[in-house]
């Protein structure tokens, strides 16, 4: 209840920026994960702890609301704001590097959420009232926009492993409307919550139903 009041009082943007952060701290807490950052430990991870994926997802609520906000000043898919909230996101990376003291803590869920983020804004601003499902088919159409401004610069961890062996990565989930959240993730979420068992548990349900398909390049590149 005293959350519902709080949210309130909130802009649409404020909204669902805060919903964002909430849901970065929410997955790093989600405990047992396979050699992930967890309440546990650091996992495979030595270079992150708890504390730090913590400070990282809130250095990002200004961030998911700028994005918030360019959805509802474009109105509609078009590539000014696939380029707007491209040049948002590479600010929000550098402010999330500032708070890691340079540890790449989440440069996917800068993609990903973010775009989430921008679909779900472009939805309230148009009085749209989608299912989970479509606002990833959504947020797929932002993602099949090219941002022409991106900075060339040395391939990542995870483009190192595609260009290597032959397999999609973040991009191209993003772009097909993040068909492993559609197929794994929430039809598992769904069939978990039905049983009588605890939301953590439901989770850690849906989190494993993924990894048994996503060819997760992070894993691949540090195995």
């Avoid at 920026?17 to 396979?34: G, Q, R, Y």
């Avoid at 989440?106 to 299912?131: C, D, E, K």
């Avoid at 797929?140 to 290597?164: M, N, T, Y």
Wanted: one cysteine or more.
């Amino acid at each position: 209840m005293m959350a519902q009041v709080q949210y309130q009082t909130f802009s649409d943007n404020q909204l669902l920026a805060s919903l964002a952060v909430e849901a970065l701290i929410d997955e790093v807490n989600l405990t047992p994960k396979p050699a992930l950052v967890d309440r546990r430990g650091s996992g495979a991870h030595d270079d992150l702890t708890l504390e730090i994926m913590e400070r990282s997802a809130k250095s990002l609520r200004p961030m998911f609301e700028a994005m918030a906000q360019a959805a509802k000043h474009h109105g509609k898919v078009c590539l000014a704001l696939r380029e707007d909230i491209g040049e948002i996101g590479r600010q929000g990376e550098k402010t999330m590097m500032l708070a890691t003291e340079g540890v790449n803590t989440h440069r996917g869920a800068i993609w990903a959420l973010g775009l989430m983020v921008t679909a779900a804004a472009l939805a309230r601003t148009n009085q749209q009232y989608l299912s989970a499902v479509e606002l990833c088919h959504l947020a797929g159409q932002i993602a099949q926009l090219e941002d022409r401004f991106i900075p060339k610069q040395a391939l990542s961890h995870g483009q190192q492993v595609q260009k290597k062996l032959g397999i999609l990565g973040a991009k191209e989930q993003a772009q097909q409307g993040f068909p492993t959240i559609v197929k794994f993730g929430l039809k598992q979420l769904h069939q978990s919550r039905s049983k009588p068992m605890k939301e953590e548990f439901a989770r850690l349900d849906a989190l494993l139903a993924m990894m048994t398909d996503l060819t997760d390049t992070c894993v691949l590149y540090r195995s």
